[in-house]
């Protein structure tokens, strides 16, 4: 890495710390998470530079591979800095997960959003699938058959929507809800039978860690699929994060991120197994691990 390329990285990796603390604040961390669910499969770090950048990016690439969609940056736009690692040259008798190619260090890419080329009209990306408020019973089913425990429909306690009982191991969801409640609700108690099976919750700042994760999973994989999250408050937040360590914050922010991406992975499977395992645009959303 030439001396050029140090000093960006190492300016982008200041602006990433920075923007870690400055993101735990309830309007800003919703514009996060919706960034989130535009690119499930980028890591935290890269999601929160590129909604620094631009908030309202859709699809993302670099120079070369938007000419290879028969699309062009315009002029004058200036491209999404975001990290991509570096590898060392992997050996023909290197193991998968050998050392040798784990990243030694990461390199500042550019990548323009959709909105900063023109030319050719790009395929219809598989995640453009009917809203949610069209095949709400559909997306439910998806729900049931994906979750980790058994999923039972009946009272719950006054004012509790859901409930996930780690001893028993099952998720309840109150009866009657409207399909986009229970929707709402389920991916939430999902997230707390994934996450929190072994979490005993015992401190208020631990349970209120544990909340904050289940509940940023459920937006995130409801803004995915178009699901209305305008009821979606974060106000608690920024209480909780003041305190933390930089560390703990950003572990919280890589468990929401690896977590939404693998339901979301689930999802499109069960709804359209051809389209997700054969006819995915993976040019356009590569993944960087950092």
């Not at 109150?174 to 991916?187: C, G, V, W, Y």
Request: glycine share 4%; hydrophobic share 35%; charged share 25%.
């Amino acid at each position: 890495m030439n001396q050029n390329h140090k000093i960006k990285t190492e300016e982008i990796l200041n602006d990433l710390e920075k923007g870690v603390r400055e993101v735990f604040h309830s309007a800003r961390w919703k514009e996060y998470l919706s960034c989130m669910a535009r690119f499930p499969s980028y890591s935290f770090s890269n999601i929160l530079l590129i909604c620094r950048q631009k908030p309202n990016a859709a699809f993302v690439a670099g120079y070369r591979v938007w000419q290879e969609f028969d699309r062009y940056v315009r002029k004058g736009e200036k491209g999404i800095r975001i990290l991509a690692p570096l590898k060392r040259k992997r050996t023909e008798d290197a193991e998968e997960n050998d050392e040798e190619n784990m990243p030694y260090g990461y390199r500042t890419v550019s990548v323009f959003d959709i909105s900063q080329t023109e030319g050719k009209p790009l395929p219809m990306p598989v995640r453009s699938l009917p809203s949610l408020t069209e095949e709400d019973p559909m997306f439910l089913q998806a729900l049931l058959l994906i979750a980790p425990c058994p999923v039972y429909f009946d009272e719950t306690p006054e004012g509790v929507n859901g409930m996930y009982r780690p001893l028993e191991n099952t998720i309840i969801i109150q009866k009657n809800l409207s399909s986009a409640q229970s929707i709402k609700t389920l991916l939430h108690e999902i997230a707390h039978a994934i996450l929190h099976a072994d979490s005993d919750g015992s401190t208020h700042e631990e349970r209120m860690k544990r909340e904050i994760e289940a509940e940023s999973i459920a937006y995130t994989v409801c803004a995915r699929y178009g699901l209305d999250t305008s009821a979606y408050s974060f106000g608690y937040i920024a209480s909780w994060s003041k305190d933390q360590e930089l560390s703990a914050l950003k572990e919280s922010m890589r468990t929401i991120q690896k977590t939404a991406e693998h339901l979301i992975e689930m999802i499109d499977l069960v709804r359209n197994p051809v389209s997700s395992s054969e006819n995915r645009m993976p040019c356009l959303q590569p993944e960087y691990a950092v």
